[in-house]
């Protein structure tokens, strides 16, 4: 099974978006919370401002923006 903690890549319409997924990720049926942030950068900024702010042990997914990290900003 893949570490929770690595990035992992979503192939979508609009082309590939890195994402981590966090918390508790094997629990079925339970709350996700998708973190995202206004600024530039990749997941690795709303995985911090989701542990700042979500409760303990969160289920959460953080995505790298086009252009930082595992997204690509050609074709946005």
Known sequence: MP???S?????T???PIEYMRSGRVHESGSDVIVS????????EQPDILVRA?????SNYIAVS??????TPLEGR
Do not use: E, F, S
């Open 3 to 5: 570490d929770p903690k």
């Open 7 to 11: 990035p992992t890549i979503a192939h």
């Open 13 to 15: 319409a609009l082309g």
């Open 36 to 43: 995202i942030h206004g600024a530039m950068g990749g997941y």
């Open 53 to 57: 702010v979500a409760p303990l042990n």
């Open 65 to 70: 923006r086009p252009g930082y990290l595992g």
